[in-house]
C-alpha cells in the first residue's frame, strides 16, 4: 500500500511530466487546461511543504483528476 506521502510526489510529477508538455504541445487550446494545473500544482507544493493533510489529501484527488 502507497502511503500519501508517495503518491502525491508521484501525481504531480505525472502532471508536470506527461500531461502539461502534451497540453503545451497543443497550443493556445491547452491554456485553460494548464492554468488549471498550475493552480493544482501550486497547491500541492504548499500542502506538502507545510504538512497541511486535509489539503494534501484534496490536491492528490484534484491532480488525479487531470487525464490525458
Not at 29 to 42: Q, Y
Not at 56 to 64: D, H, T
Request: cysteine-free.
Amino acid at each position: 500500500m502507497e502511503t500519501l506521502g508517495d503518491a502525491l510526489p508521484k501525481e504531480m510529477a505525472r502532471v508536470r511530466d506527461v500531461l502539461m508538455p502534451m497540453y503545451q504541445a497543443v497550443g493556445p487550446a491547452g491554456g485553460f487546461a494548464l492554468a488549471m494545473m498550475r493552480a493544482s500544482l501550486g497547491r500541492a507544493t504548499k500542502a506538502l511543504a507545510q504538512g497541511d493533510l486535509p489539503t494534501m489529501i484534496a490536491a492528490y484527488e484534484e491532480l488525479k483528476s487531470f487525464k490525458e
